[in-house]
């Protein structure tokens, strides 16, 4: 299976939405654990990143742009 790629500060979509009703979430920091930033409600959360990476879909908004430019 492939490995998902993200970098800080892309929009990503998650399996399952925040509590406010989006499940749009901003990356705000990486290491061994992600925060990352409701686009809703501005709500932060830090997460290991085994999990995030089992409960993200896909990002939706690279920071790089489309084909990484």
Avoid: W, Y
Avoid at 8 to 35: A, F, S, Y
């Amino acid at each position: 299976m492939e490995r998902k790629t993200f970098q800080l500060g892309d929009i990503v979509q998650m399996k399952k939405q925040h509590p406010c009703g989006t499940n749009e979430m901003e990356i705000i920091r990486m290491g061994m654990d992600i925060r990352i930033k409701c686009t809703g409600c501005q709500h932060s959360v830090l997460i290991p990143r085994a999990k995030f990476e089992k409960n993200m879909k896909k990002v939706l908004r690279s920071v790089e742009g489309p084909l990484g430019q």
